[in-house]
């Protein structure tokens, strides 16, 4: 299994300003994912990021709103940029191990990063 | 398009069974379960592609059947650890589209 590592596990932000993410993972995976979860809610799809080629958004999810890198294969950064309260949610990243074809192998979920815009 | 699932929410007592259901309005590439604990990240269970297979892992097991477009997964004698949300994820017929379903509560009970 892979062990998946947020920061920052939480955040109290301003309106208007922006906040990074970062999840490393402790091995290469091939496809990595960023999801957001309101509380109590169901867990939506932002994007998923490609290792070497350009985020893939969601339906929904422009890529000014959260620009995403994929440096390498272990590591990505989803930013909420120009927040404002309706962005508060729970972001979580999210790995699989996988032929890179569709989501079809197992996933590991990060701890998430309890984000709250004042 | 996400998935519907029942029930919204299930209390149990140690040692009953339960039967949580996904259905979708679109032909399925794959089903996918998970569960959820309270503070905590979502823990995935098993993954179901097209080809109407059954598969278990303990005492969970799950079907998935493409030409209802529903999966339902089954939860034998609970244990206090089964308690948590469970969501299915499901991608449509070119493996796309990956979409979490509403969620289903599961409580037991001593």
């Known amino acids: 299994s892979a062990v998946i590592s947020q920061k920052p596990s939480r955040d109290i932000c301003q309106r208007g300003t922006s906040l990074t993410i970062q999840c490393q993972v402790d091995?290469?995976?091939?496809?990595m994912f960023w999801y957001r979860q309101q509380p109590g809610q169901s867990l939506t799809l932002i994007a998923t990021?490609?290792?070497?080629?350009?985020?893939?958004?969601e339906s929904g999810f422009v890529i000014d709103k959260f620009p995403i890198s994929r440096p390498n294969l272990t590591f990505s950064t989803l930013t909420v940029s120009n927040m404002s309260p309706e962005d508060s949610s729970i972001y979580l990243c999210s790995v699989e191990y996988g032929t890179g074809e569709a989501v079809q192998e197992t996933q590991y979920f990060g701890p998430g990063t309890r984000l709250l815009v004042l | 398009q996400q998935p519907v699932q029942s029930p919204q929410a299930v209390i149990l007592r140690e040692g009953e069974d339960a039967v949580i259901n996904c259905s979708s309005s679109?032909?399925?590439?794959?089903v996918h379960w998970y569960r959820q604990k309270h503070g905590e990240a979502p823990v995935f269970l098993m993954i179901l592609l097209k080809g109407g297979e059954q598969k278990g892992h303990e005492k969970i097991s799950a079907s998935f059947n493409e030409k209802k477009q529903q999966s339902s997964l089954y939860l034998t004698a609970s244990q206090l650890s089964y308690s948590g949300t469970y969501f299915c994820?499901?991608?449509?017929?070119?493996?796309?589209?990956?979409?979490f379903g509403p969620g289903t509560r599961l409580s037991v009970l001593p």
């Open positions: 994820g499901t991608a449509d017929n070119y493996g796309q589209n990956f979409v």
């Open positions: 091995s290469q995976v091939t496809m």
């Open positions: 990021a490609n290792q070497g080629s350009e985020a893939t958004y």
């Open positions: 679109k032909a399925l590439y794959s």
